[in-house]
């Protein structure tokens, strides 16, 4: 992926840190980081890989991942999540994303998940899978 755009959409810098050494170990150019998502702005810059941790966003994320969808869809977009579970993985697949992981993944766990959604266009952490908190 040499010269492959991303970008970060995060409100926490620990996580955007961790994020960007991941993808630049993965060969991605430095990412762009956001605060939040501006949809417009994300299609200007076009990023070939997008992730995005929900934790400070004040929008629907599922909305919002459609909407990016719409404008990027030939992006891979990985959601960053805590909430462990399959049914909410499985919202976030069909509102667009191509990857989910777990948000305590360490680095390595990270870019192994990013390469497989890159490789095959769809990549779930196990973590989810397994049901851990299951409703």
């Keep these: 992926m040499q010269n492959a755009r991303s970008a970060i959409v995060t409100g926490e810098l620990a996580v955007a840190e961790l994020v960007a050494d991941v993808l630049l170990k993965g060969g991605y150019d430095q990412p762009q980081h956001s605060l939040d998502v501006r949809v ?38 990985v959601v960053l999540s805590s909430r462990l579970q399959q049914s909410w993985a499985a919202r976030c697949h069909l509102a667009g994303a191509t990857c989910v992981l777990a948000k305590d993944s360490k680095g390595p766990q990270m870019l192994a998940g990013i390469r497989r959604a890159v490789r095959t266009g769809c990549y779930t952490d196990p973590r989810f899978i397994e049901g851990v908190g299951e409703n």
């Design 40 to 77: 417009a702005q994300l299609s200007k810059y076009a990023p070939d890989l997008l992730v995005i941790d929900f934790v400070d966003l004040w929008n629907d994320p599922l909305e919002t991942i459609r909407q990016i969808r719409f404008v990027l869809p030939d992006s891979t977009i």
